[in-house]
């Protein structure tokens, strides 16, 4: 299993880079994962990741887009609550590159 | 082309063997000291178990009517996807140590040892094949492929050889009920939010009941259907059917799974997973089990879920409460697909459907293999999305009903990481597809199975970009008139309806075609 050596602290990763321990998760480490993609996290990506982890700390699961949408609908405005605005911001997937930021396990199954 | 290894967690969740984590790409699979003696004695075992297993080994005569047939084959080109080859990589292993001419000529006789080597490559090709049958619809002998690979992927797991994105479901579904690991109370708030568009649609709030004993019927669908899009538009079409119809029925948080990716791993889990089924409906005091569109889910149905598990005779045959028809098929499972259940109330004109709000479609349907090659199902989706759609065209013959393409990534398939593969699986499906689209402009690919949902979306954004992929309920939920419900302003999609502006008095049933009978099956 490959780690990254990160503030001194060994962290696992699984194959897609995905947090093995949910509990090593920073927002440090948010910022260390995107910017090894080349990417800058702005306050309207911090947006995405905090509901992420908020739902995932009373839901044990990622949100589905649906509600994930809404939620950024009703806190962004409503033009900003589509998946397209989504994409804008994380060009790999919302469920799959802002939920490895957020510390989240990637959903299995027929999805 | 391969999906990751199965990883430690997820294998003790059920206790199967050899739990460690593991990574293909590695020379070391971190294999128990004895692992031939396990394989072997797991192939002894099924041999004698399983008549069919033997068979299989001994008749084929490599005449290679199944070589052009598969998905995978078409769509890589590599000859050990020709199903007859897949299914050489075990026969040699067989004719070593279980035939008298391969243990005394060996290679002379096709057999070879079980190395290193060859258990890495059983593995890999275990893991290319969708278990789709296809092949076997052409096999001169009634030989099934698929059967060969069931075996080979129940060997492997002895070993525990597994790949991650079917034990993850599996662990998942072991521990809470569903392949996504949706708990109970996830379940309900994902449930609100579907009702909650569901009333911004129609103006009508729906409050579906989880785990109420007493109810009539008990639901069961994947749990792609509540948690991915376009699923999600089917599963609010069954919410909003079943409000209409006033059905007495109640939802899972047990058996909140209707596909069971145990089926890939090997036949007892399979039948663990699937226990939890009748399980619930006996714990509920249900009459019968309805069932939501999935594919795999129906052949465990509906060929071997009685034998496993049943009998089932603390259920009542299935009867539609709205037209009283009893589904005789279902005799011995007691469980109904949807889409006989649609199909039958439709043929009743039960259902007040206006088909002009799907006019921006035009329509193609595309058969899952699970619920063709193994249940028959041809003419009820075919009935249904005829009735709710004024656009329907067929894909070529050769590539429908029984002789229907696979998605490319069925059996578990669906990781990222596996994407060429499923892309170069999808082609032959994608090509059928592409012809309708450039003779009739289809743009949506309409199916019964949420592995299809998922797996479809993929591979038609890559092959033929715009093309749409959707459940067939989605289609009955658009077109169904709901009693109360104010004027549409969208599809279940949220996008504008591209319809004249007058509503018309509709009679309930005027637009279903009524010459065309609900399928064979149903007694009606």
């Known amino acids: ?111 | 082309m391969f999906c990751w290894g199965a990883k430690a967690k997820s294998l003790n969740a059920v206790g199967f063997p050899n739990a460690r984590d593991w990574n293909p790409t590695e020379e070391d699979w971190k294999l128990p000291e004895n692992w031939q003696e396990i394989f072997l004695e797991g192939m002894r075992e099924r041999l004698s178990k399983y008549r069919s297993f033997r068979l299989f080994m001994d008749i084929c005569v490599r005449c290679g009517a199944c070589a052009d047939k598969c998905h995978f084959f078409i769509g890589t080109g590599d000859p050990k996807n020709m199903p007859v080859l897949r299914a050489e990589l075990l026969r040699s292993v067989y004719r070593r140590y279980f035939t008298k001419a391969g243990k005394m000529f060996g290679k002379l006789a096709g057999a070879r040892d079980l190395d290193l080597k060859v258990l890495k490559e059983l593995w890999y090709y275990a893991f290319q094949c969708t278990e789709c049958r296809r092949c076997s619809v052409f096999c001169p002998y009634g030989i099934d492929t698929a059967e060969i690979t069931i075996i080979v992927r129940e060997l492997l797991n002895l070993l525990g050889l597994n790949i991650q994105w079917t034990m993850g479901p599996v662990a998942d579904c072991y521990m809470k009920g569903n392949h996504l690991g949706i708990e109970p109370h996830t379940m309900v708030n994902i449930f609100e939010t579907m009702c909650d568009d569901i009333e911004t649609l129609t103006g009508i709030k729906i409050t579906p009941s989880f785990n109420r004993k007493g109810a009539e019927i008990l639901f069961v669908t994947p749990s792609g259907d509540f948690f991915a899009d376009p699923g999600t538009y089917t599963c609010m079409g069954y919410l909003m059917l079943f409000h209409e119809l006033g059905l007495d029925y109640t939802w899972s948080t047990y058996a909140a799974e209707g596909g069971n990716f145990g089926f890939f791993t090997s036949n007892e889990m399979a039948k663990r997973l699937n226990s939890k089924i009748y399980a619930e409906a006996k714990r509920l005091g249900v009459k019968w089990i309805l069932g939501g569109e999935c594919g795999h889910m129906w052949r465990v149905m509906n060929q071997y879920m009685d034998t496993w598990n049943g009998p089932a005779d603390f259920l009542e045959v299935p009867k539609s409460p709205v037209t009283g028809t009893v589904f005789e098929n279902a005799r011995s499972t007691r469980m109904t697909h949807i889409i006989e259940f649609t199909a039958d109330l439709i043929r009743h004109g039960k259902l007040k459907l206006d088909p002009r709000r799907n006019d921006h479609l035009k329509v193609t349907f595309h058969d899952s293999c699970n619920t063709s090659r193994a249940m028959g199902i041809f003419e009820e989706p075919r009935y249904v999305i005829k009735s709710v759609c004024n656009h329907f065209y067929e894909m070529p013959d050769g590539t429908t009903r029984e002789q229907t393409f696979c998605c490319g990534s069925g059996s578990g398939f669906n990781a990222g990481e596996n994407m060429e593969l499923r892309l170069r699986g999808g082609l032959p499906r994608a090509n059928a597809v592409k012809y309708v689209r450039d003779k009739y402009d289809v743009n949506m690919l309409a199916n019964i199975c949420a592995i299809d949902r998922a797996a479809l979306t993929t591979s038609m954004n890559y092959w033929n970009p715009g093309m749409g992929v959707t459940g067939v309920h989605e289609l009955v939920a658009n077109a169904l008139i709901m009693t109360g419900e104010k004027k549409r302003e969208t599809n279940m999609r949220g996008d504008p309806l591209d319809m004249p502006v007058e509503e018309p008095e509709a009679e309930a049933g005027a637009a279903a075609p009524a010459d065309k009978a609900a399928g064979g099956k149903a007694n009606v």
Request: one cysteine or more; hydrophobic letters at 35%; aromatic letters at 10%.
């Open chain 1, 1 to 111: 299993m490959p780690t990254i050596d990160f503030q001194g602290k060994q962290i696992e990763l699984d194959e897609d880079g995905y947090l093995v321990n949910l509990g090593d998760w920073t927002p440090d480490l948010a910022t260390h994962l995107a910017t090894g993609d080349g990417m800058t996290l702005t306050e309207s990506h911090w947006e995405v990741i905090n509901f992420l982890r908020d739902y995932y700390a009373k839901y044990q699961i990622a949100p589905m887009i649906k509600i994930l949408v809404k939620e950024i609908a009703k806190s962004m405005g409503p033009e900003k609550g589509n998946t397209k605005y989504l994409y804008e911001l994380y060009p790999a997937g919302p469920a799959k590159q802002a939920c490895r930021y957020a510390g989240l396990p990637k959903p299995t199954g027929c999805v």
